[in-house]
């Protein structure tokens, strides 16, 4: 990577410095999250054994990676599920063209996964209608902007912009209360999930044993979206797998307290395509939820993470986002430091997953290695190490920044940096 | 023997420089310089250059060998010689001390005396790669400090949960004005709602940083040091 590119990189910092109504939303978003999770955490103590067991069931699906998907898709299949499994972006991009097709209606739940597809851009590319339906990243859509936090995708967009967003969409003026923003977007919404064709979701957690498929939420958009159309499309990355059902409902309790919440509003456990038999037993898909259920599993860089022994400890992201809201820098920085992922544990991700080397080196010399993030991971990634192994893959890969290889190199000459 | 390891950061700093050689010699240390010539490999290893890093060190720990006991004021040091290298595979035979715990042993062994105490409020910022990096410094500092001054006050986010000075990991050699930003935002938003007149660190990273971070601030920032030869004097 050439020294502009780095300094281009910079200068979207800078600005991001300058950025007053970003510095006042993640502080407040801060001070919110820390006494939110120190609630939830404090009033579930066993919540600290659970996550450990958690941890335990992560690390044996991504040290085996090929049985468990297998397994898995065997499963699916037995659910009349659609099951798939692909390799690549574009693989997993040529079966949702082939499900979806084009001059559908589509609505959506907030998916990370998603962005690593640039999958709204495709879906529209192909001649459809795509809406998102989770509030942050239906602003953040709106926006034509990229979401700036793992769960809460607008965080870094203060009221009086959503207000002048959704004034301009409703034709009025709207005033900058959340609560009549949020009801804006509610009616606006509405006749969209009853009227799409398609449902498009990531997951939090898909079981190996039984096939299911776990979303958690607190808006009620998700549900609408896998209920609501004839086809529901679920996209995940490999690590999403499970082993069994039971560890599902693990995951959900130890991403929710540690994402601060006591519970989230809403679980979806689904397991197959809507169904009936209440006519002389016979099975008919497509009662009142999707007739088609379609669950793509794709690796993307995962499996090549996972053979790195210090990288791999990043594929146990649950995305509950603690460590970015408990980094020095991520506050001041918010998504201009990623790519697709963002913050500390965003740079292993940009390496091996959604961007590779060259977007991941700047973001990888943006990190203090100061260790916060590990002190709050409930799956104690040790970020710093993986970064520091990310700089070695950088310098392997003749990928560093000039500057950092300049300094590196009077070190080598002349035994001092300066 | 003792050996004391400047490492680049002090031995470029005139003031940092100046803190440590008058405390050694108020103290009345006898030691060896080290790590004047001699980088600890802390850049290498940050930039990713780990075997040329294990090389450095291979250097390193000759000199260091020399001696019983090395003492260093620099935290990031500290954290490559004491736990790095033997990560890496290096045996390192003498015993490593920060600044920190060396003053502590000299106080407690009645070897040095406090006369004075400085009549401030202060806070004690912990620097990670004493604490959380390495094996956790913690009380050492803060024992000291309680006996020179006149009233200490720890951040809400202090110890293993201290929230970084943004000087680490050679962003402030990529991002300068990033790093001295998350000062600023540690000072501004931790360090004035505290009241205090003084903040204090011990590691030469967190002292520029720091210094930088805390410009129209009103809030001084002192060397841990610079304390600590005031109480000497």
Redesign the interface.
């Known amino acids: 990577m050439e020294q502009k590119e ?1 300094n281009r990189y ?1 200068r979207t ?2 600005k991001t ?1 300058k950025d007053n109504f970003t510095r006042t939303a993640l ?1 407040r978003a801060v001070t919110s999250f820390r006494g939110n999770r120190d609630k939830a955490v404090a009033k579930f103590p066993y919540v600290e054994d659970e996550k450990k067991k958690l941890m335990e069931t992560k690390d044996e699906v991504i040290n085996n990676f090929d049985k468990y998907i297998d397994q898995t898709m065997e499963s699916l299949k037995t659910q009349h599920t659609h099951a798939y499994y692909a390799d690549t972006v574009e693989e997993t991009l040529a079966i949702i063209k082939n499900i979806v097709g084009t001059g559908k209606r589509i609505v959506k739940g907030k998916s990370i996964t998603s962005e690593e597809l640039d999958l709204n851009e495709h879906l529209e590319e192909w001649g459809n209608e795509v809406y998102e339906t989770d509030l942050g990243e239906f602003i953040v859509q709106q926006l034509k902007s990229r979401p700036m936090h793992i769960l809460a995708p607008a965080v870094n967009i203060p009221r009086e912009k959503v207000s002048e967003l959704f004034s301009k969409i409703a034709g009025e003026q709207l005033s900058t209360d959340p609560t009549e923003l949020a009801k804006f977007a509610r009616k606006f919404l509405r006749d969209k999930f009853t009227t799409a064709d398609i449902g498009i979701t990531g997951a939090n957690a898909i079981t190996a044993d039984t096939g299911s498929v776990f979303l958690i939420e607190n808006e009620g958009n998700i549900g609408f979206s896998t209920t609501a159309p004839d086809v529901h499309i679920v996209v995940a990355g490999i690590e999403k797998i499970v082993p069994t059902l039971k560890d599902g409902t693990r995951l959900l309790e130890v991403v929710s307290r540690y994402a601060g919440y006591f519970a989230m509003s809403y679980v979806s456990i689904i397991s197959g395509p809507s169904k009936t038999g209440d006519i002389e037993k016979v099975t008919v898909y497509g009662a009142h939820g999707p007739r088609e259920l379609h669950v793509i599993l794709f690796d993307n860089g995962r499996k090549e993470a996972a053979k790195n022994p210090i990288v791999r400890q990043s594929l146990r992201c649950l995305r509950c986002g603690a460590c970015m809201y408990e980094c ?2 991520y ?3 918010t998504g201009y430091w990623g790519y697709k992922y963002m913050g500390g544990i965003g740079i292993p991700w940009t390496a091996f997953v959604s961007g590779g080397f060259e977007k991941a080196a ?1 973001l990888a ?8 993030c ?2 709050y991971c409930p799956m104690e990634i040790d970020t ?1 190490k993986i ?2 192994e ?7 890969k003749n990928c ?2 000039p ?3 300049d ?2 190199d009077t ?2 000459k002349e ?4 | 023997m003792i050996g004391v390891f400047y490492g ?1 950061t002090t031995r ?1 700093d005139e003031r940092l420089k100046g803190n440590l050689e008058k405390f050694l010699e108020k103290a009345g240390v006898e030691y060896i310089p080290m790590g004047v ?3 600890c ?1 802390a ?8 075997d ?1 890093f294990v090389e ?1 060190a291979k ?1 390193v720990n000759e000199e260091i060998g020399k001696v019983d006991t090395v003492v260093t004021s620099c935290a990031h040091c500290y954290t490559i010689l004491s736990r790095e290298y033997e990560e890496f595979g290096i045996d390192v035979k003498p015993e490593i001390l920060h600044i920190t715990e060396f003053v502590k042993r000299l106080v407690d062994e009645n070897k040095i005396e406090f006369k004075k105490s400085l009549d401030k409020k202060i806070v004690y910022h912990d620097p ?1 790669y004493i604490g ?2 390495s094996k956790g410094i913690y009380d050492e500092p803060r024992e000291i400090l309680d006996k020179i001054v006149r009233e200490r006050v720890d951040f809400e986010l202090a110890r ?12 402030r ?3 300068p ?3 001295i ?2 000062a600023k ?2 000072i501004d ?1 931790q360090a004035k709602p505290l009241d205090v007149d003084v903040i204090t660190s011990a590691c030469p990273f967190c002292y520029q940083n720091l210094l930088e971070g805390s410009e129209n601030s009103g809030v001084e920032v002192m060397d841990f040091l610079e304390i600590v030869n005031q109480a000497m004097e």
């Open positions: 780095f910079k910092i800078y410095l502080r020095p820098v506050p001041l920085t700047p010399f943006t990190c203090t290695l100061c260790g916060r590990v002190e710093p970064v520091q990310v700089r070695k893959l950088l310098k392997e560093l920044p500057f950092i290889k300094m590196a070190v080598i035994g001092v940096p300066y | 680049c470029s010539d001699i980088c490999g850049p290498l290893l940050l930039a990713g250059y780990q040329e450095q250097k990670c959380r990096e293993e949960n201290s929230t970084c000075c943004g000087g680490g990991g050679l962003v050699a990529f991002l004005k990033l790093s930003e998350v935002e540690k938003k």
